[in-house]
């Protein structure tokens, strides 16, 4: 690490941390307990772009920490190891959230957008107007849920939690049939892809060259959330 690095540990509790440790820390305390749902508000209340401008309404009735709730309700009766704790799983939530939305999913350049995007001309997505602003975010949460959430579950526990998911998140196309085989793209038909539509051909022979990776369908699926 740099000179000028500075670490920030984040901890619910010191009990198995060492005097060392805490005497070369300065430690901040928050009075009360800081919960997930605290997490939750104040990440949504950071948020802006495309969401915010055209659907705030829908927007703060996913977020507003109900379908959560009852997402983390159920993995203990469908057999989850309780490996981390609420806290965690909302944040991870919050953060692939936040990449999902990244994209501006239309056509229009919006000011503020890097040299190097494509212009207007070359995307395939809709424009302003015809695009359904809360579908596709619907298709974020569902997939956010999926993998942050019912991720800790068992291989055929999953099922149960996908049915939940489908019938919990409002407005998901009709053309979704899971919430783990489904890959937010509002270029894409329908606003998703099923995930064995991501895996290319072959991966190109530079990258596997630099990264020495063994180009498995797994990796090929997967490998976008890790780069």
């Not at 939750?40 to 927007?59: K, M, T």
């Not at 703060?60 to 009852?70: Q, S």
């Amino acid at each position: 690490l740099r000179p000028t690095t500075r670490v920030l540990f984040e901890t619910n509790s010191l009990a198995d941390a060492s005097v060392g440790l805490v005497a070369r820390c300065a430690v901040i305390h928050f009075e009360g307990a800081v919960g997930w749902r605290q997490r939750l508000a104040s990440w949504a209340a950071a948020r802006e772009g495309w969401v915010i401008q055209h659907c705030r309404e829908h927007f703060e009735l996913l977020v507003n920490g109900d379908i959560l709730a009852a997402g983390l309700a159920l993995l203990p009766d469908l057999g989850a190891t309780p490996q981390v704790t609420d806290l965690m799983v909302v944040a991870r939530f919050c953060e692939v959230l936040s990449m999902l939305m990244e994209d501006e999913p239309v056509r229009q350049k919006t000011p503020g957008l890097p040299a190097w995007a494509p212009a207007p001309e070359t995307l395939s997505g809709p424009t302003v107007d015809e695009f359904q602003f809360d579908e596709h975010f619907s298709l974020c949460v569902a997939f956010s849920l999926a993998w942050c959430v019912g991720g800790l579950l068992p291989g055929p526990q999953r099922a149960k939690f996908d049915e939940w998911i489908l019938d919990a998140v409002p407005r998901l196309p009709a053309t979704v049939s899971s919430a783990f085989d489904m890959l937010p793209d509002w270029a894409a038909l329908g606003g998703h892809r099923t995930w064995a539509s991501t895996v290319p051909a072959a991966l190109p022979a530079q990258m596997v060259k630099d990264r020495a990776l063994v180009p498995t369908a797994t990796f090929n699926a997967t490998a976008w959330l890790a780069f």
